[in-house]
């Protein structure tokens, strides 16, 4: 295991004891068949991560103008995931549906996920 391997480990530890259970839900729209003239039902693909969700400080308030009232940062630990949140996915978090905003940043040294930090909007 590299170095990097059990750094992404550890942060998964640490967010599992201080953090919560997080649901990424994924939407699949359904490909329409033009012979047919329908479309299969959209699918739904839910996984649940470990995360820490957060308030932005007064500081990231004044600094960045794309951060609204009441969003929230989500740091989600990337270790054991099956799939990369994206854009488009929704966080279920202690029962509120919170949207992803940019950015999405991936912290990954050396190519190795360790940590998702999101900005989200309920």
Do not use: C
Request: hydrophobic share 40%; glycine share 8%; no cysteine.
């Amino acid at each position: 295991m590299s170095f990097y391997d059990e750094m992404a480990a550890t942060t998964l530890d640490l967010i599992t004891e201080f953090g919560q259970p997080v649901t990424i839900r994924a939407f699949t729209v359904g490909e329409y068949d033009p012979e047919t003239g329908t479309a299969p039902p959209d699918t739904i693909t839910e996984q649940t991560a470990q995360g820490i969700l957060l308030d932005f400080t007064g500081q990231e308030f004044q600094n960045n103008s794309l951060i609204k009232q009441g969003d929230k940062k989500l740091k989600i630990a990337a270790h054991g995931l099956e799939w990369a949140p994206d854009l488009l996915n929704k966080i279920i978090v202690q029962g509120h549906t919170w949207s992803i905003v940019p950015p999405l940043k991936e912290i990954n040294p050396a190519g190795t996920p360790i940590l998702y930090e999101l900005q989200v909007r309920s």
